[in-house]
């Protein structure tokens, strides 16, 4: 749910005759203006579209998806991760597009509180960064992308080490923002274990801080920008703060400010607020220091920044303990702010285990293409056969459902038009399932007119799969197989099974289906 983005990489390169107008555009989002970077971004778009510029459309759709997250306008943000998706879909494949596009749909997604979808396009991203050629600007811009994502749903070790996989690109301003990021992330890492009472931990992530925040000042100066170097003293700056050297941190903080412009959308302004906040309060400034916290607690809810929120409310507790004394109000103030943060930190192994058995699914499906047709794929279908769902029930987690489709009266469809034209539904059907389920779900044909589809997720989403395929199968154009041909499906999804008893499950609720008439979807 906390993701503090202040750098998005863009390289002009890559763009095409409009390139300008996404340059302005993330030039507006890095300086934090978000809505003037969203209304320059749609714009844009009428004029990129207009003259068929392909690759700024895509960098606009981008930068105004990534500035409406941080506006706090989450839904829009997903709704325009979705339409960059569909303009990707409609042209020749661009797998470190679709790594990147996926990428800001598993944030927007987090912070718009749609954990699984979030989780989803994460996981196909992650697989994807694997096909991106390292070295090249497509993979440094891919990387910046899912390790934002990665980070916003606290998986912290796995988005260090995406950063810090990233080459130098020898442009120094494309080079500080990648250094920025990762010193945000050290902030972001060390904050939250002092907030869940994991504070000698924390200690060391403040140290890297400091760390990655002089070198962001260093390479910000080669490229002559100030605003960068100012804002990288402000991240050092609380680094110090955090590790108890607060009157430095607050000389610093004063004398950056001057350097960049302050605003509420920028983690540096609130990483200043928080500095100036405790080194009011440590002179008897209370008054001074409620006023910062409450700039914090104010604006970051707006962009989902969870941990400077809790920080902040940390803060206030502590200003109130320095002026009044302790108080019980004030533990229950405490033990309020950490609840939701020590919750995400808890699921953290949780979102681990749930993104690797995403992958494992990922790497059976392409393991059917690498070994053979013969082996786990179906010959008619192109579908995974019985031997491929074996292996992903052995890898599928607790929360693993079945669907089991079958045809109704198939038998018929040969005996009426021909065994041809029943392998033409079959193979048909086959297209509809894949269009129609997600990316991590396995789709296999069982045997004759039956399939099988395992849904990670739970009975629910299965529930909403077998839904979907059950309205496309009703309306495709199968008078475009054979005059006069109509097919239905029945769909039973199994409800709370696992293993192989999550298919017998299914196929109770597809027995259910049938024997109540076809064409319907039961949930059993």
């Known amino acids: 749910m906390d993701d503090d983005r202040s750098a998005l990489v863009l390289h002009v390169a890559e763009f095409g005759p409009f390139d300008q107008l996404a340059d302005l555009a993330h030039g507006l989002y890095v300086d934090g203006d978000n809505a003037r970077a969203v209304q320059l971004c ?232 928080l500095v100036l906040a405790a080194s009011a309060s440590a002179a008897g400034g209370y008054d001074e220091a409620r006023a910062q916290l409450a700039h914090v607690l104010e604006r970051a809810p707006d962009a989902g920044r969870d941990v400077w929120v809790e920080a902040a409310t940390e803060a206030l507790a502590d200003v109130h303990v320095a002026e009044h004394g302790n108080h019980p109000a004030v533990d229950v103030l405490r033990r309020l702010g950490r609840a939701a943060l020590d919750q995400l930190w808890n699921e953290r192994d949780g979102r681990f285990l749930a993104l690797q058995a995403h992958n494992r699914v990922r790497e059976l499906t392409v393991t059917t293409d690498r070994i053979g047709r013969d082996v786990l794929r179906d010959p008619l279908t192109g579908l995974g056969n019985r031997r491929l769902l074996a292996q992903a029930i052995d890898e599928a987690t607790e929360d693993a459902a079945a669907i089991f489709v079958d045809v109704d009266t198939f038998k018929q469809v040969n005996d009426h038009y021909s065994h041809a034209v029943g392998d033409e539904v079959l193979r048909r059907l086959a297209v509809i399932l894949r269009a129609q389920t997600r990316g991590g779900d396995v789709v296999v044909r069982y045997g004759g007119d039956e399939f099988v589809i395992l849904v990670q997720g739970g009975w629910a989403a299965a529930a909403e799969v077998a839904s979907r395929l059950h309205h496309a199968v009703r309306v495709a154009p199968w008078h475009e197989v054979a005059a006069g041909l109509g097919v239905t499906v029945s769909v039973g999804v199994g409800r709370s099974a696992l293993g192989r008893g999550a298919v017998a499950a299914a196929d109770s609720a597809l027995y259910s289906a049938k024997s109540a008439g076809r064409d319907r979807v039961v949930v059993g």
């Open 42 to 273: 749609r714009e844009g778009l009428a004029v990129s579209r207009a003259a068929g510029d392909v690759a700024t459309t895509r960098f606009l759709l981008y930068v105004q998806g990534v500035a409406l997250q941080d506006g706090g306008r989450h839904p829009e943000a997903v709704a325009v991760a979705l339409e960059l998706l569909a303009e990707l879909e409609a042209a020749p494949p661009d797998t470190a597009w679709r790594a990147k596009a996926l990428g800001l749909l598993a944030e927007a997604s987090n912070r718009n509180q749609e954990i699984g979808r979030a989780m989803d396009a994460l996981a196909e991203a992650v697989h994807l960064m694997a096909y991106v050629r390292p070295g090249t600007y497509s993979h440094l811009s891919t990387s910046m992308a899912i390790a934002l994502a990665l980070r916003s749903v606290h998986l912290l070790e796995q988005s260090d080490e995406m950063f810090r996989g990233i080459r130098a690109s020898h442009d120094s301003d494309v080079d500080v923002l990648v250094v920025q990021e990762l010193a945000l992330l050290s902030t972001f890492w060390g904050t939250t274990l002092q907030l869940v009472g994991r504070g000698a931990e924390g200690r060391a992530h403040f140290v890297r801080a400091a760390e990655r925040a002089l070198r962001m000042a260093r390479i910000a100066r080669l490229a002559g920008n100030g605003s960068m170097v100012a804002r990288a003293e402000v991240i050092e700056a609380y680094a110090l703060a955090r590790l108890g050297q607060v009157e430095l941190a607050a000389a610093r903080v004063e004398d950056a400010m001057r350097r960049f412009t302050f605003r509420a959308e920028l983690v540096e302004s609130h990483l200043a607020r």
